[in-house]
């Protein structure tokens, strides 16, 4: 199937690592000019390197916090001077530190609703003209599965990130008349650095193997394995496409089968 992304000029925020670069490969592996972000320069060339040595075309790198809006502004505007255009945004940050309600002050709060809310919103605010002078646009916000169901130990990530479905669907109603399409994508368990990390650590905490723990993530998912990162990518480049011309406004888990809720 011909995605029709060939050429499209895609941002795709928070890229360095994890979910993030494999969207941004899939995106370049469908002929689409990437851009890609990251906070730590090393880890963004060597990211870019490993994405133009495995496809036929050209990603751009710049360094990039997007809990800062000058460096958002920053982002947009050089992929700007660069591609002419913005056809495509997934927007993407850090997660949130784990916790219960009790362990975080409002600074705590406040710093997770700039990284995974504010960033969304200022990234969706630098990208948006192009989009409507050019009657196109698709903008996909990584979210989590915690959207649908709570995870106890992620406050944080439980609560601000619906704010971000209500952002994405209100503007999916607001956008719909330029051909703009905005939806979410929740990822669950994912085989990325972050994970690894984690499982690294509970692994040294509790003695035992990497595979057991990660075995233990597993046994509430009836796919019976964490995703690998081009699973949720897949999803993400689908919906970038041409191809995904009549899904706006949705919420879509990519997460084994997980969420146990019908809706
Ligand atoms: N993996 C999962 O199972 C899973 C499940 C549900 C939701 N999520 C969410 O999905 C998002 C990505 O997770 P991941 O697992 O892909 O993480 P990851 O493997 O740690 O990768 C995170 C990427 O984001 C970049 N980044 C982090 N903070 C940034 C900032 N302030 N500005 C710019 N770039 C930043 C990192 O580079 P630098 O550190 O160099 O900036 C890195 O490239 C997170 O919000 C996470 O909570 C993940």
């Known amino acids: 199937m011909d995605l029709g992304l060939k050429g499209k000029v895609a941002i795709v ?8 670069k494999a969207c941004a490969f899939g ?13 730590n320069e ?18 751009f790198a710049v ?4 809990t800062k809006s000058e460096d958002i502004k920053n982002l947009v505007k050089a992929t700007v001077e660069k591609f002419g255009t913005v056809h495509i945004l997934v927007t ?4 949130p530190p784990s916790g219960y309600f009790e362990n975080f002050s409002d ?21 948006l003209p192009y989009m409507k002078t050019q009657r196109w646009g698709r903008i996909i916000n990584i979210t989590s599965v915690t959207v649908r169901q709570p995870i106890d130990t992620l406050i944080l990530s439980n609560s601000i990130r619906m704010s971000v479905v209500g952002l994405a669907k209100t503007l999916a109603l607001q956008l719909a008349k330029y051909n703009i399409l905005v939806n979410n994508v929740a990822p669950g368990y994912t085989l990325t650095d972050r994970v690894k990390y984690v499982i690294d650590q509970r692994a040294r905490e509790t003695g035992k193997t990497f595979d057991e723990i990660k075995s233990e993530l597993a046994k509430d998912i009836p796919l019976g ?7 949720l990518a897949n999803l993400v480049v689908f919906l970038a496409s041409e191809k995904a011309s009549y899904i706006t406004g949705a919420t879509i888990p990519v997460d084994g089968g997980w969420i146990k809720g019908v809706f």
Do not use: H, T, Y
């Open 63 to 66: 360094r990039a916090d997007v």
């Open 27 to 39: 995106l370049a592996r469908e002929g689409a000019r990437v851009v890609i972000c990251a906070r």
């Open 42 to 59: 090393s880890d963004l060339q060597k990211a870019r390197d490993e994405i133009e040595n495995n496809i036929n075309g050209e990603v």
């Open 13 to 20: 925020a928070a890229s360095s690592k994890g979910l993030g």
């Open 225 to 231: 394995r964490l995703a690998e990162p081009e699973e």
């Open 92 to 95: 993407n940050a850090g997660g």
């Open 107 to 127: 600074d705590d709060w406040l710093n997770a609703f700039n990284l995974n809310f504010m960033s969304a919103v200022r990234l969706i605010r630098e990208a």
